[in-house]
């Protein structure tokens, strides 16, 4: 069961509207490593684990990615204002402009409809949680983008807070990482001596030696 809570996660505001930095914060709502795409990647996910510990985690985060989407959504609403124009968007793409009425539609900052190809679900618990840890990483780096890319001061602030709000599901990613890490595909992992070797094919130099694998395994951040 799922409730929508009508208040933000945390208030959006802008202090005057873009519509070409709107089409860039698109990316976000129907990208590859958008909202969207994590919220149905850790809720599909979720649906055949056992654990409850994990499946709560996954349900937990994914849930919270559609706030951030609500949240990106009304950053666009008020990023492109109330004037159709697509004259206003120099590049990128123009469809909010000629056929949503400015909606934040679930299309890229190219105007690439979102498809459920962006989403990992494997059965594997460790397999999909480091799916999930570069899901959130990539997200990060999008986010760092954006940020760069505008100097309007409230959007700087909603994406500094989602920025940390990935690191946050990073870090929770990688403490369960750590609680399944000898499962699934990881179990007797790197067992062979076939699992210890290292071709060297750049030559000449050689920088690494054979390797000597190990189950992954995060520090705890909170440490």
Known sequence: MFKHEKQLLREVKVERPNPQYATLM?????????????????????????????????????SEELSHME????????????????????????????????APVLINASGAPWTADYVTVTGDLVADLLSNIASEQRAKVVYEYLYRQIKDKYVRETIDFLLNREEAHNALFREALNKVKDT???????????????????????????PNPTAPSFENPRK
């Not at 649906?47 to 409850?52: A, G, M, T």
């Not at 959504?73 to 949503?100: F, K, M, R």
Request: glycine share 12%; net charge negative.
């Open 71 to 102: 949240m990106v959504a009304q950053t666009i609403n008020l990023l492109n204002g109330h004037d159709i124009n697509y004259e206003n968007v120099g590049v990128g793409e123009i469809q909010s402009h000629v056929l949503a009425g400015l």
């Open 26 to 62: 698109q990316e976000q709502i129907g990208g590859a490593n958008g909202e969207l795409k994590a919220a149905l990647q850790y809720l599909s996910q979720s649906f055949r684990v056992e654990d409850q510990t994990i499946k709560d985690l996954f349900l937990d985060i994914g």
């Open 184 to 210: 699934g595909s990881n179990k007797d992992f790197g067992i062979t001596e076939d699992s210890r070797l290292y071709f060297d094919l750049s030559t000449p130099g050689k920088y690494f030696d054979a």
